[in-house]
């Protein structure tokens, strides 16, 4: 409940923030959209209102996550429809258009435009409309019947262009609207969700241009105004349904998920423990006889996921002889979730034997008292969290006091973070158990006290398969032992193993309650973050730059500060992320990598499984599809020709029961061949709605795979690439029409390398990965993309319109930045409005002079590269080529004290290359 009360929360926000931050204040000022925006507003309010109620309420029951359901689906359709006119305002900005303003009333042209509008409704009412709006509420006959009625009176202006002159692109609208109803199917193609004409050549095109022209999306005010009131009905009896039931409901008594937690003590359960004799014996070794034996206190801490095997370790530690007869006192404390430091040391000081004559004090004295003489033991077992330092310092005072040499304390934690923070010795961090020993406990669990047989070893194969799957978790195997050993016959172990039964066990010892625990300790924006980035295949290598270009396209990262900046955030929360243990960090080839246990990227997927699924050859026949889902990945990992097309034919299936139109993010990942490329593009031709889109090893061309691509108008975040024989392909036009769109991977795009001319139209783009660098260089009137981070190659070229030194002016986010070609800049007014002083973010500037110049002015030069002066905080910088007979003067005072030292043939961080 917890999980789709927030989701929803999440949804109706982003619904808001276009009206909220100001961006719609042009259609709310039209004197027809204008109301239908307020109305909207206002019901999400309402909607946010009773969420934010519902937060503080005891509520649970199927019925009641169903409703919450209904509202967070009415309140995406909401956040599709208002980012459609978002888009349609940035398109008449760029387009002299003006579909966004109001219109002066009683004009006859106005009229016959408005016309246009109604006409095109009652076109796609009748049925004659070629394509209908993808992310639209579905809506009954009833709906219907009334637009009808409605349309009559509903005359809206459309927009035109702002000259008075007549243009092919907006016919005249009484041609439109008296011909024939035929007529009216060919010429009414543009909605309120936008496509692109046909020619009925099957490839999309403007309507009179040639083909190599970016398609003309249309805007139809009508539409929208009826999507607008159909929404609003949508969202009014479900709010006036929860507000009621929530007055009969109780305030939230229950404090938090550490009512769950089982409370653990020094005594196992476990019989015998697999796989940990070696570790167990070096720990008790140190501790009795070892290195540990001479200092005065150590904090040794024991890390790992949930049900790793940390507490049984301890356990068995605690209770071994050898232990019991070194340390005086020995305390077991289980600290789990809620840490409150004087209840911790009262609990503490009970375990502590009483001194004669000690004196009354507070807990700290008595149990300084308590321990002064004496070498002692103490555990503190599933620590979550110290609220600071100063708490953890103050709980060490009273035991490093004591006089005898040797005591300890073990402590054991899923955080790194915590483990790093008390350790007075390097942690042991457990993995899963090898997989000799984790078959040995498997058989333990699932036959108990029977012995393992021959008439048993048919289930091995699938008990093997089932064992890798749980990657060494003690726990996870507990939980699935329990289960097969229910029926030992082929059949059922085969359905635990298709089925991944053991996601679904609840009882708090079973492995996914334990690993939950770690998901709910996190605040929301860190669990999204976590669970969309289970769209990625398991045992994935994930780069920092990925998650975060795909946590940008899901809209999920938000400033707090005025000063943060999207990859700050990224960052922290990806930190966040490794230090609570759901990321490892580990080095491939010489490159940071994240990598996520199988059982946690489980955990990922069955969290969301209402909003988010990961389709592969293993589990496409036998996963539950929920009609919520707007998140899909897909994953081509099998060579096997049989499997493939068995693959495929599942594939075809999902056409009639995944709701493509509702999609907001499609991966795909591993190698296609032109079949598959074929049942994606026959299964996807109505995702409209996507705002992240992952295709690459494409075969063909994206517009074949996607029909509509053009029409993709959400869109966040493009990765797009082609086999590596595909030399042929051409870029989409259409990429230049995505307003939206933050972030442009073409790292795999081994197709033809010629941008759209227009791509500057892309304002809120951030992040541009190309194939290679120089592709930056032919971005034309690059100065428009002021959100852009990284232009790694910039051709200073006077001559040509679009590529003067003037474009790098408002460019004040980069981080990285090449200037060439600086021969061409002649005088200190050119270089000036580069402004790179102002660049507070750049950390990597190259300023290069070709080398091959037929001539060299020194003096010109040398006046140049002083109008050149980056902030002082840039971290590398590599000059080349300079004909200066000296260094600029800004190279030294403060911005050499940040760069060190001078080198003359390598780029190093914190370094200048002078070539």
Known sequence: MLVALSAAQWVVGKALAPIADGLLEAWGATENLGPNIEALRMELLLVKATLELTGGKQIQGQAMEELLGKLQHSAHCAEDLLDELDYFRIHDDLHGMYDAA????????????????????????????????????????????????????????HGRQRSCSNSSL????????????PKLGKLLLCSSSPHVCDDHSGQPTLRGASQKETPVLGFNRVDVSERMKCIVEQLQPVRTEVTKILQSCDRMTVPDISVSRPITTGQS?????????????????????????????????????????????????????????????????????????SKLLDEINTYIPRDEGEKVGKVEELIEQRLKSKRFLLVLDDVWEFNNGDDWKRLLLPFKASQEKGSMILLTTRFPAIANMGKTADYIELEGLKSKEFRKLFLSFVFVDEPFTSDHSFLLETGDKIMEKLKGSPLAEKTVGALLRKNLNLRH?????????????????????????SYYYLPFHQRQCFSYSALFPEDYKYSSTELINLWIGLDILQPCGQNQTLEDIGLSNLNDLVTYGFFKEEKTNGRLRYVMHDLLHDLALHMGSHEYISLHRSNVGSVQIKPSIRHLSIIIDDDDTLSQENFKGQLRKLKTILKVKQLHSLMLFGEMDESFASILSDLFMEANGLRVLRLVNMPTSVEFMLHNFSALVHLRYLCLGTKKYGKEMQLPLAI????????L??????????????????????????????????????GKLRLLEELKV??????????????????????????????????????????????????RLTLDWDSKRSNSKPCVEAVVIESLQPHRYVQELCIRGHGGSSCPTWLGDKLLLKLFNLFSSLVFPGTVCLL
């Open 102 to 157: 109001d219109h002066a009333k009683g004009c006859v042209h106005d009229f016959c435009l408005n016309a246009r509008h109604t006409a095109k409704t009652v076109g796609k009412l009748v049925g004659l409309s070629t394509r209908s709006s993808a992310s639209s509420p579905a809506c009954d006959p009833g709906e219907v019947q009334a637009a009808r009625q409605r349309v009559s009176c509903c005359v809206w202006p």
């Open 170 to 181: 907006a016919p005249n609208a009484n041609q439109e609207v008296s011909g024939c109803m």
């Open 269 to 341: 359960t476990e019989q015998k423990l697999y796989g940990r004799d070696h570790i167990m014996h070096t720990i008790i070794h140190y501790m009795t006889k070892g290195k540990y034996c001479s200092k005065d206190l150590t904090v040794l801490p024991i890390v790992g996921p949930g049900g790793i095997g940390k507490t049984t370790l301890v356990q068995y530690i605690y209770r071994n002889q050898q232990v019991q007869n070194h340390f005086q006192v020995l305390i077991w404390v289980c600290v789990s979730l809620s840490l409150n430091l």
């Open 493 to 517: 172990w085969r359905r635990v193993l298709e089925s991944k039964e053991w996601e679904r066990q609840t009882g708090v010892n079973d492995i996914m309650s334990a690993l939950k625990l």
């Open 736 to 743: 230049s029409r995505f307003y939206h769109l933050r972030v």
């Open 745 to 782: 991977d073409l790292g795999s795009w081994y197709g033809c390398h010629d941008l759209p001319r227009d791509l500057s139209k892309l304002a809120k783009l951030c992040r541009f990965y190309t194939p290679s660098d120089e592709l930056h260089s032919n971005i034309y009137n690059v």
């Open 794 to 843: 910039f051709r200073v070229n006077k001559e040509r319109e679009g590529f003067e030194t003037k474009q790098l002016e408002h460019l004040t986010e980069l981080r990285e930045l090449g200037i060439y070609n600086l021969e061409n800049i002649h005088t200190k007014e050119e270089a000036t409005k580069a402004k790179l002083i102002e660049k507070n973010y750049l950390e």
